[in-house]
């Protein structure tokens, strides 16, 4: 058995009896720091554990630290581990059985962390721990020996698991956030074939939110958000799930059930919520809502496509002067949409060939000098009669009719062709998930910058959460090889999407963009306010610097200042500005 030698100040190797805060004998004079006063202050106590007796030897202030009342209770490692709760994921036994390191003589680290129930009778209360320490192996190289220290961390681990329930939960109803649904319905569609059933979704809207909102005010609105929550949660089925979706917009998700089932179950949400009024501090109010239907995998194989069609059905069935609630079809999207997304397909071809694809310049400032550090190139179409239209008219109809990579290949030429004339120019420039997670864009990229290697350092790729997480692989092969081209890589509306922090670890992003949606009501929202510092002490931790998106108001520019973001966007310092073309545009074929 290879033993290792203690530490005089920490008085392993004793037995001693209870032993008070105040029956510890003062230092002489001049002499150091006491070190179980020491230990007493920051809440740690050591211990030693012979694994072969089980006998668990404790520094002499274990029975304050840990709040036990007797040293008898905690005298063998059975004894100790009994006073484990069950909602602890961890033990100092599982950890060091569980290892497997082999010992080469310096012993083997290992760390866990638990609860303990301490206190008298039935009353009970739980002191959460961190455990560290080593272990040492016996002639058959199990586990003989074993000494570490002991941290209470009850207020960081109890502030952990509010972080945790805020990062699943809406704090106004108690139902999912959206980014926990949209993980619900991910793992929905990921079902093996042989367990893979039929679910659907439904998206149900209050309606007339801004007449709530202007006639009582916003906190009576919460009120009747509240209440809609909790009459649908009481309608749903146990295996269902339900999640704020956006403002006073929820979705269900409804398991194992078919298309028909769906009708009848959004029917019985109808009947349930408009029965009576919601009591509110301002009195009764009548709501009502609107919803729309999707069945999966019938309308779609992914979250986000999903989604997309029960937004398509909910606008159809708020369209309608009688009817409360549409089912998506294919065709009753198309009967809306269909001319004019043909025509606007037209248009951006048009475009491309007839160069009227501009660009339009936004400038980002340094939070500290207030001065524009770079610029994001953001896309505009000119139409023939010189009118803009706006990206949000462009790229989602660009996406479905396959001209997205033709738009970002444009946007990216003249991006470049715009460092190239203005040598003291930083630009980002956005490119879309289709572009990124194209085998071929790599070579397509090193070839551009190939020719113009003076703009790497200058140019920043813009990639978003979502996108990222779609496809880890590829994502990780366009980052790696943007910057192994000296281009800085950054994730766009970061927050937006589900990024694990593995997820994040594994792919080596530059810079953060913080989703414009959480920083836009930052002076209002408490729940934003909590959101966005975990966000930036999230990529602070990872060495990110972040720029904050849609900052409207010098309140918001202050507070974010305060918090260290390192950069800000949005009106409350400039509107982004078209830029004339400084490089011929080519035609593209149709």
Same mark, same amino acid.
């Given at each position: 058995m290879v033993q290792r030698p203690q530490r005089a100040d920490a008085q392993v190797g004793t037995q001693?009896?209870?032993?008070?805060?105040?029956?510890a004998p003062p230092p002489a004079a001049g002499a150091g720091p006491d070190p179980r006063a020491i230990l007493d202050s920051i809440g740690e106590v050591v211990y030693d554990w012979d694994v072969v007796s089980d006998r668990l030897t404790w520094g002499p202030n274990a029975t304050d630290v840990l709040g036990v009342g007797d040293l008898d209770q905690i005298s063998s490692g059975r004894a100790y581990g009994e006073l484990i709760t069950s909602d602890s994921l961890a033990s100092r036994y599982a950890a060091i059985t569980g290892s497997t390191t082999a010992d080469d003589g310096s012993g083997v680290p290992y760390r866990a962390r638990y609860g303990i129930a301490v206190g008298d009778g039935r009353v009970k209360q739980t002191v959460w721990l961190e455990d560290t320490g080593r272990w040492f192996a016996g002639p058959d190289g199990k586990a003989a020996r074993a000494?570490?220290? @002991? *941290?209470?961390?009850?207020?960081?681990? $109890?502030? $952990? *698991?509010?972080?945790?329930? %805020?990062?699943?939960?809406?704090?106004l109803t108690?139902?999912?956030? *959206?980014?926990?649904?949209?993980?619900?319905?991910? %793992?929905h569609l990921a079902r093996t074939p042989g367990k893979q059933t039929h679910f659907c979704i439904l998206l149900a809207s209050l309606e007339n939110l801004f007449v709530l909102n202007r006639t009582y005010g916003y906190d009576v609105s919460d009120e009747v @958000?509240?209440?809609?929550?909790? +009459?649908? *949660?009481?309608?749903? %089925?146990?295996?269902?799930?339900?999640? +704020?979706?956006?403002?006073?917009?929820?979705?269900?998700?409804?398991?194992?059930?078919?298309?028909?089932?769906?009708?009848?179950?959004a029917q019985r949400f109808l009947n349930e919520t408009s029965r009576e009024p919601i009591e509110t501090s301002a009195g009764p109010i009548p709501i009502a809502l609107r919803i729309g239907g999707v069945a999966?995998? +019938?309308?779609g194989r992914t979250a986000n496509l999903l989604f997309q069609h029960a937004e398509e059905a909910l606008d159809l069935a708020r369209a309608s002067g009688a009817t409360r609630l549409v089912a998506y079809e294919p065709s009753l999207a198309r009967n809306d949409t269909r001319v004019q997304a043909a025509r606007m397909a037209d248009d951006i071809v048009g475009a491309l060939n007839d160069g009227r694809v501009a660009l339009a310049l936004q400038p980002i400032i340094d939070s500290k000098s207030r001065r524009p550090a770079f610029s994001e190139a953001l896309i505009r179409l000119r139409q023939p009669d010189g009118s803009i239209v706006s990206p949000g008219a462009i790229l989602p109809i660009a996406e479905k009719a396959g001209l997205v990579h033709l738009l970002d290949q444009r946007v990216m030429e003249l991006a470049v062709a715009r460092l190239q004339a203005d040598p003291q120019l930083t630009l980002s420039v956005n490119v879309s998930g289709a572009t990124v997670h194209d085998p071929d864009w790599p070579e397509r990229f090193k070839a551009m910058i190939g020719q113009n290697p003076g703009i790497a350092s200058r140019l920043i790729v813009e990639i978003t $959460?979502?996108?990222? @997480?779609?496809? @880890? $692989?590829?994502?990780?092969a366009a980052i790696s090889c943007a910057r192994s081209l000296g281009v800085r890589v950054a994730m766009d509306d970061f927050g937006a999407g589900h990024t694990s922090f593995r997820n994040l670890r594994r792919l080596p992003f530059d810079l953060i963009k913080m989703d414009g949606a959480f920083v836009q009501n930052l002076a209002r929202s408490p729940d934003d306010r909590f959101f966005v510092r975990t966000l930036i002490d999230l990529a602070h931790h990872m060495n990110l610097p972040v720029v904050a998106e849609w900052v409207e108001d010098a309140e918001t520019a202050n507070l974010l200042t305060e918090w260290g973001v390192e950069y800000m966007q949005g009106v409350h310092f400039a509107d982004a500005r078209i830029v004339e073309t400084v490089a011929p545009a080519e035609a593209v074929a149709a």
């Open positions: 001693p009896g209870p032993v008070g805060p105040a029956s000494h570490g220290l @002991i *941290r209470v961390i009850t207020s960081h681990y $109890e502030a $952990e *698991r509010e972080l945790e329930f %805020r990062s699943r939960f809406d704090t108690g139902c999912y956030n *959206r980014a926990h649904i949209l993980d619900i319905v991910t %793992r @958000i509240a209440g809609v929550a909790k +009459r649908l *949660r009481s309608t749903m %089925r146990g295996p269902d799930s339900l999640g +704020r979706y956006a403002g006073a917009k929820f979705a269900l998700v409804l398991d194992n059930c078919d298309r028909e089932q769906m009708m009848i179950a999966a995998p +019938r309308d $959460e979502t996108c990222a @997480i779609a496809d @880890i $692989e590829a994502t990780h």
